[in-house]
């Protein structure tokens, strides 16, 4: 039994195929994306707060620790928002917590985002859509993506497949994805909420790696 500590939890994503062995205390900052979580994860300690800030309070209480920063600053949508006249600063909380955790850190960690649109700072580990900053070994393994809303990417055409990838993104209502089904449940964007969420095989497979060696990097 590990204490983990799952940070900018959302709706769980990750966590969902961590089972329920473990003591977990996830970090959501808006309330009622939390209250989805404790429905889903009844067993686990939701607390409501600023993740980044309890990062840095709480960091030594775990024996692992998850966190999936805000991402949309370092995506290559943000990059092409200047042909709309938009500039942004990335978010350095990002850069923040891989720097400290990488320095102060004794547990396990992961450091979850997507691929950027500028070259990163400390070169990540990649696993299929995301880069992942970690102090283990994280093996490469194909990602298979079986089902994506309603489509088959195993079945499905390279042409099939980037129709769907559209067509998905522009539901105003997805409400089921990855086995988080939304369905009846006041949010809003749900469409947003689901896709933030990271594929509950990949957090398993990562907290798998996490303890297969004790041989940290």
């Not at 209250?35 to 607390?47: G, H, M, Q």
């Not at 917590?97 to 990649?126: D, G, H, T, W």
Request: proline share 5%; aromatic share 14%; hydrophobic share 35%.
């Amino acid at each position: 039994k590990m204490k983990i500590l799952n940070l900018y939890a959302g709706i769980g994503g990750n966590r969902k195929l961590w089972g329920d062995e473990h003591e977990i205390t996830a970090v959501e900052n808006v309330p009622e994306i939390a209250e989805v979580y404790k429905k889903f994860f009844p067993n686990d300690t939701v607390i409501v707060a600023d993740a980044h800030e309890y990062l840095l309070n709480h960091f030594k209480e775990f024996d692992f620790i998850w966190s999936s920063p805000p991402c949309p600053t370092h995506s290559g949508t943000n990059y092409f928002l200047q042909g709309q006249g938009i500039f942004r600063y990335p978010d350095f909380r990002l850069w923040q917590e891989i720097i400290f955790l990488r320095y102060f850190c004794k547990a396990k960690y992961c450091i979850e985002n997507v691929k950027s649109y500028y070259e990163p700072i400390y070169e990540p580990q990649k696993l299929g859509r995301h880069y992942y900053w970690a102090n283990f070994k994280i093996p490469f393994k194909k990602i298979d993506y079986v089902q994506i809303g309603t489509w088959n990417r195993k079945t499905a055409s390279k042409e099939a497949q980037r129709k769907a990838i559209i067509r998905e993104a522009q539901i105003p209502e997805l409400t089921d994805l990855h086995g988080l089904d939304l369905t009846g449940i006041k949010l809003k964007n749900k469409r947003q909420v689901l896709r933030n969420c990271v594929l509950p095989e990949i957090g398993k497979y990562i907290l798998e790696q996490a303890f297969i060696s004790d041989k940290l990097i």
